[in-house]
């Protein structure tokens, strides 16, 4: 039974898949719905339960796509969430659950609501987390559920049931997770929409960081007032409550939540902000180093002004003859120095080896491999070894000191030779 409903939703899914949003009548949805149990001490919990369904929108009596699904028919409005989807169909996962006002009755100000309206939400995500869009819909019963008179108005939903709604309120971010350096400006998206205007609307920023929530700015459309900065009053107006932070530190790192309140809707999007610094690096020898057999070198890969903390080094040894296929040898011989915390912040690392060469060394290709959270891929920095024998450097020496020494020579008996004449130059005959 659940195959045979599946099978129509894969079909239409890859048809529409590349298409974009605005041009489909319906969405491919999870609901995930609620009820409500008693455990063994008595106490009342919340179990889940995911059902196959999804979005058509339209007007009443339109033919289904779907008829043996749950279908959420989202009937035209001031608020259409699909004109702040960006991409396909593939790229979007798309859930429906009931929502409760928290005990909070009172009319929807919006054109066609009644007293006894049951909410719902439906949250659209970017499958690479571009954006996350949340709508409310409102569905009015035909008949007003007496049974349950506060805020936990509740309809049955069965299988292949239609439920009729209308989009009343959006609240989305384009930002629901950033990656951002030090010392750089960063505007976290929010944003709104409400089916009426005069709305009484209340936004608030708060950014919780180690378990403190602190409240960065709020305003109240009823007072006109405003507390806090990052946000323009301005662009409220406009629907827009991005928050700006001027210039990112640690402190900045956390969950930003943004939140909208329009009785008896509350909305909220949480935005976490994390800082990365990638990491310089750096060695200490040139691109291509000489050394004699048996000599001894420090060679040193330094890592610096990366954050956060958690960063791998190690060091490469590979045969560059032509011919030679066999992987990089991971040397082990390598030490590293304690993570230094520097006054910006940032750390580094050094991770050095003694090299002690043999003439079977030469041509070899020596790489320092640095990952870090903050790169996509490693950096790399390399040299390349040059190895000569100790006599062969010897002979080279003592050819240059026996020139020197010749040449000392010389100019000493030119000398003489000038004293000489000087000295014969002064005789009388």
């Known amino acids: 039974m659940i195959l045979s409903g599946l099978l129509p939703v894969l079909f239409f899914t890859a048809?529409?898949?590349?298409?974009?949003?605005?041009?489909?009548?319906?969405?491919?949805?999870?609901?995930?719905?609620?009820?409500?149990?008693?455990?063994?001490?008595?106490?009342?919990?919340?179990?889940?339960?995911?059902?196959?369904?999804?979005?058509?929108?339209?007007?009443?009596?339109?033919?289904?796509?779907?008829?043996?699904?749950?279908t959420f028919l989202v009937t035209a409005s001031k608020v259409d969430?699909?004109?702040?989807?960006?991409?396909?169909?593939?790229?979007l996962q798309c859930e429906v659950r009931r929502h409760s006002t928290e005990g909070i009755q009172m009319r929807w100000p919006g054109l066609g609501a009644q007293e006894h309206d049951v909410w719902f939400t439906c949250t659209l995500r970017h499958t690479e987390g571009l954006f996350v869009i949340t709508t409310f819909l409102r569905h009015s019963p035909n008949v007003p559920n007496d049974m349950q008179p506060?805020?936990?108005?509740?309809?049955?939903?069965?299988?292949?049931?239609?439920?009729?709604?209308?989009?009343?309120?959006?609240?989305?971010?384009?930002?629901?997770?950033?990656?951002?350096?030090?010392?750089?400006?960063?505007?976290?998206?929010?944003?709104?929409?409400?089916?009426?205007?005069?709305?009484?609307?209340?936004?608030?920023?708060?950014?919780?960081?180690?378990?403190?929530?602190?409240?960065?700015?709020?305003?109240?459309?009823?007072?006109?007032?405003?507390?806090?900065?990052?946000?323009?009053?301005?662009?409220?107006?406009r629907g827009d409550a991005s928050l700006k932070i001027p210039l990112t530190k640690q402190a900045s790192e956390g969950t930003y939540i943004c939140s909208v309140y329009v009785p008896p809707l509350y909305g909220s999007?949480?935005?976490?902000?994390?800082?990365?610094?990638?990491?310089?690096?750096?060695?200490?020898?040139?691109?291509?180093?000489?050394?004699?057999?048996?000599?001894?070198?420090?060679?040193?890969?330094?890592?610096?002004?990366?954050?956060p903390l958690d960063v791998h080094i190690e060091w490469l040894k590979e045969s560059l003859t032509p011919g030679t296929s066999r992987m990089p040898e991971v040397l082990k011989v390598v030490m590293f120095s304690s993570h230094r915390h520097h006054m910006d912040?940032?750390?580094?690392?050094?991770?050095?080896?003694?090299l002690k060469p043999t003439l079977q060394d030469s041509g070899y290709r020596y790489t320092c491999r640095v990952s870090h959270v903050a790169l996509r891929v490693p950096i790399r920095k390399s040299?390349?070894?040059?190895?000569?024998?100790?006599?062969?450097?010897?002979?080279?020496?003592?050819?240059?000191?026996?020139?020197?020494?010749?040449?000392?020579?010389?100019?000493?008996?030119?000398?003489?030779?000038?004293?000489?004449?000087?000295?014969?130059?002064?005789?009388p005959y």
């Not at 969430?81 to 790229?91: A, E, S």
């Not at 912040?345 to 003694?354: D, K």
């Open 269 to 307: 999007h949480d935005i976490s902000l994390q800082i990365m610094e990638p990491p310089r690096v750096s060695l200490t020898v040139s691109s291509e180093l000489s050394l004699v057999a048996g000599a001894e070198q420090k060679v040193l890969c330094e890592a610096t002004g990366y954050y």
């Open 150 to 237: 506060d805020s936990e108005q509740r309809i049955s939903v069965e299988d292949k049931d239609t439920i009729s709604t209308t989009a009343v309120m959006v609240v989305l971010s384009n930002t629901p997770s950033v990656d951002v350096g030090l010392m750089k400006e960063q505007t976290l998206n929010c944003e709104y929409a409400v089916d009426h205007k005069s709305a009484h609307l209340t936004v608030e920023w708060r950014l919780q960081r180690r378990g403190d929530r602190t409240k960065l700015f709020s305003y109240s459309s009823r007072t006109g007032k405003s507390e806090g900065t990052g946000v323009s009053v301005k662009a409220l107006s």
């Open 345 to 354: 912040g940032t750390y580094s690392l050094s991770a050095f080896f003694l």
């Open 15 to 70: 048809v529409v898949s590349s298409q974009s949003v605005h041009e489909v009548p319906w969405l491919p949805c999870e609901f995930v719905d609620e009820y409500f149990v008693t455990n063994e001490e008595g106490h009342k919990e919340t179990k889940y339960h995911h059902r196959d369904a999804g979005l058509q929108f339209g007007q009443l009596g339109d033919s289904l796509v779907h008829s043996d699904l749950i």
């Open 81 to 91: 969430m699909r004109r702040y989807v960006k991409g396909g169909v593939d790229t």
């Open 383 to 427: 040299f390349t070894l040059s190895v000569t024998e100790e006599s062969s450097v010897l002979w080279y020496v003592f050819s240059v000191g026996f020139i020197v020494a010749m040449i000392g020579i010389l100019c000493l008996l030119l000398s003489k030779l000038q004293t000489v004449r000087e000295a014969n130059k002064r005789k």
